[in-house]
């Protein structure tokens, strides 16, 4: 069994940072893309950022510049850092891996998600 645990959501100012971490557990074998999507009350899930094994990423228009994806392959897990944080970045933020999985007999791919973390920011 597979499970991916955010961290590091909360309440914050405009202007100020957080950081979104994600821990991936269990019977992995390797794991491709990791990501964060947001979902704000009233609208869909949105991608924010996105990184692969091998490092790049890809991040959606309205947090380029303010946002930071990074990963720590050894752990297994990926961190958000988020700058200059606006009204608008209010949602519950969701961590995304793409991976492979020891299945006992076999093995198996997986789009796991995690629980999601909120993230407020007061103007």
């Known amino acids: 069994q597979v499970q991916l645990v955010e961290s590091g959501g909360g309440l914050v100012q405009a202007g100020g940072s957080l950081r979104l971490s994600c821990a991936a557990s269990g019977s992995i074998v390797s794991i491709n893309a990791m990501g964060w999507y947001r979902q704000a009350p009233g609208k869909q899930r949105e991608l924010v950022a996105a990184i692969t094994s091998g490092g790049s990423t890809n991040y959606a228009d309205s947090v380029k510049g303010r946002f930071d994806i990074s990963r720590d392959n050894a752990k297994n897990t990926v961190y958000l850092q988020m700058n200059s944080l606006k009204p608008e970045d209010t949602a519950v933020y969701y961590c995304?891996?793409?991976?492979?999985?020891?299945?006992?007999?076999?093995?198996?791919?997986?789009?796991?998600w995690g629980q999601g973390t909120l993230v407020t920011v007061s103007s």
């Open positions: 995304n891996a793409d991976m492979v999985y020891d299945g006992g007999s076999y093995y198996g791919t997986l789009d796991a």
